[in-house]
């Protein structure tokens, strides 16, 4: 096994400049960007949101949306060719269950760096993901 070259690496992306930042790290760990897997995880829509109670959101077209937009980015970027998916739920577990169905060797994702009370209330993704997750998880500090 190789600590540098993976054959899956992959990227949660939350449409953020950290998140985005975490491209290029992921990227020289691949030796080719259709090894790059970037998601992108939306959040379950609640009975009483507006989309949802009148059903004129419908998931798929959420999705195609978040697809369409996180594609047009990664092209701006100069990182045309990633593998792109878009789905629904809870963060931390998409991601790590999207790791292990896709034998992902490598997640890299940065740390937002919330501490006191917002962390508590918001909790940590990047924790958790780090703690269920089944392979390496490099985690990326602002500085």
């Not at 899956?8 to 992921?26: N, Y």
């Not at 949802?52 to 999705?63: G, I, K, L, T």
């Not at 980015?73 to 045309?80: H, N, S």
Request: proline share 6%; with cysteine.
């Amino acid at each position: 096994m190789s600590w540098f070259n993976k054959n899956a690496v992959l990227v949660p992306i939350d449409f953020s400049e950290l998140s985005f930042a975490a491209l290029s790290p992921a990227r020289e760990f691949v030796p080719h960007i259709s090894q790059l897997h970037v998601i992108h995880i939306l959040p379950k829509l609640h009975p009483a949101e507006p989309g949802s109670m009148w059903q004129s959101v419908s998931p798929q077209s959420r999705q195609q949306h978040a697809e369409d937009a996180l594609n047009n980015e990664l092209i701006k970027r100069g990182f045309d060719g990633a593998k792109v998916t878009v789905l629904i739920g809870t963060p931390s577990h998409e991601i790590v269950d999207y790791a292990k169905a896709q034998n992902i060797e490598l997640i890299v994702m940065p740390t937002h760096g919330y501490t006191g009370v917002k962390r508590v209330l918001m909790g940590s993704v990047a924790e958790q993901v780090a703690r269920l997750a089944e392979c390496a998880v490099l985690l990326l500090h602002e500085t």
